[in-house]
């Protein structure tokens, strides 16, 4: 800043004032470009990738009709080719390009260039089919002992709400639901679907970061087979040299990390950058600085959830077996065939955001843990993992968040204090960003949470799964509404 003044006001005083602000322009647009560039990048990835997802993940017949929502209308100024035989999808954003395969069911589309040990694996990777008995597509899980149902005055009046979110939806189109879907003591009581875009019961839709709490189920079956340690530390470097403090799994699943990673949602930000920019999750989560001693600060951190996937990749032999896992081990036991991880460039599952299910098999997912992680009679997560880790309430979190899944927060912590403490201050912005879900959800209701409304939310007390996926609410307002509408259909006391 000192040298752009020092020649600034010489060349004003030795050259005249065009050359002045010349080298003001020039100086700016140098300034200026790394976001340029950074912006140009995502917004093209961002475009190839939604491109690709829709029409091979979500089974559309054709990414246009999401323009206004998913792209915000930049197919106007976006050039978008696809390639038949080849199932690519090229995107041109003035200037900045991006290609997305689509690889597979397991990796989803993949933004290229692939690397190499992807390109090989994918010369030989062959797909496997379920390696458990499916139970049948209308198998959601044990029933309740005590034999409770929902009257038949509450599904209706249920399905009355359902149905008409739906519509409302339509109506306003920018910001809407696409599925809902609610179990009751194992049994499927109510649904509906964006059929105006073309949602079915059969479409599987982004939960975003309710892929969190996937990761971290995934975590738990490996913790139960010795695969994984919590105490296993985390190689920065990747080089089997351990610097500085040691970071271990744990501090990774309850993002107490110390990373420099800041998690906000601007264009141009961390995880736009690292979803869409860069090839590789992980590496882009390695390169952040450790500002803080692990376990001292608490911060939502989906580059921690990046790397946690990491260290399970790392404990494979093949990316065959790593690519299989999330199948062979958590969904085909439940009979939830529609699940899809998405994988970034390096074969990578992206642990924190690329999870695409059917409402009805997030719903199933949901249900395993209100079991406990038990499907009949079978434990496909570790109960004492879900007890002593996801489910955990964490008091210095005002018990809002644990190993990748969120809670009602208590609302006894001083968000003003927490805010003002450098330590805290990333919990007091949570809290204050959650402090909705005091209003409208039951103190022992655990949820996995995705941007832009994402929600599968489960209610011990009432035996009840709740799964609400779309695009967005016009605010905090009207999604508080719908839920509360949802739950005193159904008596949940709040």
């Known amino acids: 800043i000192t040298c752009f003044i020092y020649f600034f006001v010489l060349s004003i005083s030795t050259m005249g004032e065009c050359v002045g602000v010349w080298v003001f322009v020039s100086v700016v647009a140098m300034i200026v470009a790394p976001t340029v560039r950074d912006l140009g990048s995502i917004v093209a990835g961002a475009m190839a990738k939604g491109a690709c997802d829709m029409e091979n993940v979500l089974g559309m017949p054709s990414y246009e009709p999401f323009n206004e929502f998913e792209f915000r209308n930049l197919l106007v100024v976006t050039l978008l080719k696809k390639n038949e035989k080849e199932r690519s999808y090229s995107s041109n954003f003035f200037g900045f390009k991006a290609t997305a395969i689509f690889v597979g069911k397991h990796q989803g589309c993949i933004l290229g260039p692939l690397s190499k040990e992807m390109e090989d694996a994918l010369k030989t990777y062959v797909p496997k089919e379920a390696v458990t008995t499916q139970p049948t597509m209308d198998d959601y899980g044990d029933g309740c002992e005590s034999g409770e149902t929902l009257t038949s005055k509450q599904i209706q009046a249920l399905q009355m709400i359902f149905d008409e979110e739906i519509k409302v939806g339509q109506q306003r189109k920018a910001n809407h639901t696409r599925a809902m879907v609610m179990l009751h003591c194992g049994k499927l009581v109510a649904e509906s679907y964006a059929s105006w875009i073309g949602v079915t019961k059969d479409t599987p839709l982004l939960g975003w970061s309710m892929t969190k709490s996937i990761t971290s189920s ?39 990390d110390g990373l420099s990673y800041n998690e906000n949602y601007a264009l141009v930000s961390h995880p736009a950058q690292m979803l869409y920019q860069k090839r590789s999750t992980a590496s882009f989560a390695r390169e952040m600085d450790i500002i803080h001693k692990p376990g001292e600060k608490w911060c939502y951190n989906s580059g921690a959830t990046n790397l946690v996937s990491w260290m399970l990749r790392k404990s494979f032999t093949t990316i065959q077996e790593y690519w299989d896992y999330p199948y062979s081990k958590l969904f085909n036991p439940i009979g939830a065939s529609s699940f899809s ?12 955001s690329f ?18 992680g038990n499907w009949h009679g079978k434990q496909i997560v570790p109960k004492s993992f879900l007890k002593e880790y996801a489910f955990d309430r964490l008091e210095h979190t005002d018990e809002l968040y644990s190993g990748g899944w969120w809670h009602r927060p208590r609302g006894e912590l001083n968000v003003e204090e927490l805010l003002a403490n450098p ?29 832009l409304g994402q929600f599968t939310i489960i209610i011990p007390s009432k035996n009840i799964v709740f799964v609400r996926l779309g695009h967005g609410f016009d605010n905090f307002g009207s999604g508080q509404d719908l839920l ?10 709040l």
């Open 484 to 493: 509360r509408r949802v739950f005193n259909a159904v008596d949940v006391d």
């Open 218 to 256: 995934l975590v738990g079956i490996a913790l139960g087979e010795g695969r994984l340690s919590l105490d296993d530390v985390f190689d920065k470097h990747d080089d089997g040299e351990l610097y500085g403090d040691a970071i271990t799994l744990r501090n990774l699943i309850h993002m107490e």
């Open 341 to 352: 991880l998405g994988t970034d460039s390096t074969g990578l599952f992206v642990g924190s």
């Open 355 to 372: 999870s695409f299910a059917t409402a009805r098999d997030w719903a199933k997912f949901g249900q395993l843990h209100l079991q406990h």
């Open 423 to 451: 330590k805290t201050e990333c919990i007091g912005r949570q809290i204050k960003l959650h402090n909705w879900l005091i209003e409208t959800v039951p103190r022992d209701a655990i949820l996995a949470s995705g941007y």
